[in-house]
């Protein structure tokens, strides 16, 4: 099960208002070129062509805490490929509000993976949170 | 992408069935808990088949089934020359190539269909089957004497098949992302007018617990949010 991959930046980024994950659209960004630390925006990414693929935008479902604990709960996304798809191996959660669509995080799928008509990805968040920021 | 096998009955050869001009066979099958796509030129539906005579070319395809039946339209369709299949009647393998590609739905049954339009008693092609106790649960052969009009099913005997594709859906679980924000003190720092810092840390923000605390002999007095007092300063 690929975990959520941190970007550095992000946390700076959540900190300096460039996020607000409450009302912010997030979208997914595919790639076959493994991550660079460096990266913090989706311009830094070779993104594959999505001519062939469904709207990528991530419906988020809650973003809210309690006792102190955030949780940002995401709906489980489901890419559908109408022609020839990828390689892509890494999918990229960004915000697409933000001005320079700063990169959030990012999954690696382990294995690069093509797609063909009437396939499709779907990418399952975890029910209770698909990033939560925890308070001592 | 590499298909992969979905279903396969290819055991228990005993018998046979016949198909030419309305004699038309089938045999259903049911998906497991995923569905799929078969097609897109690659290998879809394998049979294992032989001929008498010249039948022709045969049709295979794919239908819905209704009450374990063949029904509607062709979901899709492909040709085989049926002139060039074995005469052994141990038969073997034929390979059906779909060309366009069609989504079969998870934990659904459907039927491979296949005739011979052209055939005639005497120019026949033919099917093995394992007529005996077939251990295949997802379906059985299915007849039609009518080019596909009225189907019967035959419970106990089953096609050798194999069907073939990929995942139509590929599912990525992930796991959460989560941030801790930092356990570590946060310090209270003061400096006195002699440039002698005094730090005093406190495991919670925004709480200064001690009362009349001290450290290098200073006294911590009025303590409230945020804020401090340091009285009765002197160095050690």
């Known amino acids: ?26 979208k997914v960004a595919l790639t076959n070129t493994a991550h660079t630390s460096t990266w913090t925006q989706l311009s830094d990414l070779t993104e594959i062509s999505y001519s062939n693929l469904s709207a990528r935008t991530i419906t988020t479902s809650s973003s809210a805490q309690t006792a102190g604990l955030y949780k ?14 990828g390689p892509f191996r890494y999918v990229y959660i960004y915000n697409d509000t933000a001005t320079n669509d700063e990169l959030i995080g990012y999954y ?4 690069s993976l093509s797609l063909v008509s009437g396939q499709t990805f779907v990418i399952d968040f975890d029910a209770t949170g698909a990033l939560t920021i925890v308070s001592p | 992408m590499a298909v992969i096998q979905f279903e396969n009955y290819f055991t228990g050869e005993d018998n046979n069935t016949v198909i030419h001009d309305d004699t038309w066979r089938a045999q259903t099958f049911t998906l497991g808990g995923s569905a799929i796509l078969i097609g897109g030129g690659q290998k879809s539906v394998v049979l294992k088949m032989f001929r008498i005579g010249s039948p022709g070319d045969i049709t295979v395809s794919i239908k819905a089934t209704s009450a374990g039946l063949p029904t509607g339209a062709d979901l ?15 038969g073997a393998n034929v390979q059906v190539d779909f060309t366009p590609t069609v989504r079969l739905e998870a934990n659904t049954k459907y039927a491979i269909v296949f005739r011979a339009l052209t055939g005639s008693g005497g120019q026949e092609a033919y ?4 007529a005996s106790s077939p251990t295949y649960s997802g ?23 194999q069907v073939w594709g990929v995942l139509a859906d590929v599912t990525m679980s992930v796991t959460p992302g989560v941030f801790n924000l930092s356990g570590a003190d946060v310090g209270l720092n003061y400096t006195n007018p002699g440039a002698t ?19 290098n002999n200073s006294t911590v007095t009025n303590q409230s949010k945020n804020s401090a007092t340091v009285t009765n300063q002197s160095r050690s």
């Not at chain 1, 975990?3 to 997030?26: C, M, P, W, Y």
């Not at chain 2, 099917?127 to 394992?130: G, M, V």
């Not at chain 2, 810092?197 to 450290?215: C, F, I, L, P």
Request: glycine share 6%; charged share 15%.
């Open chain 2, 76 to 90: 899709i369709a492909a040709t085989v020359n049926g002139d060039i299949f074995t005469t052994d009647s141990g």
């Open chain 1, 1 to 26: 099960m690929p975990a959520f991959q941190r970007i550095d930046s992000f946390v700076e980024a959540l900190a300096e208002k460039t996020h607000n994950l409450g009302s912010d659209t997030l």
């Open chain 2, 139 to 161: 379906g059985s052969l299915i007849t039609s004497s009518d080019a596909g009009v009225n189907w019967s099913a035959v419970s106990d005997q089953d096609c050798l098949f």
């Open chain 1, 108 to 111: 690696d799928f382990g294995s």
């Open chain 2, 197 to 215: 810092t005094y730090t005093w840390n406190s495991q919670a923000k925004n709480n200064v617990s001690t009362a009349n605390s001290s450290k």
């Open chain 2, 127 to 130: 099917s093995l089957t394992d």
């Open chain 1, 72 to 85: 940002l709960v995401l709906a489980d996304l489901t890419l559908t490929a109408t022609g020839a798809v």
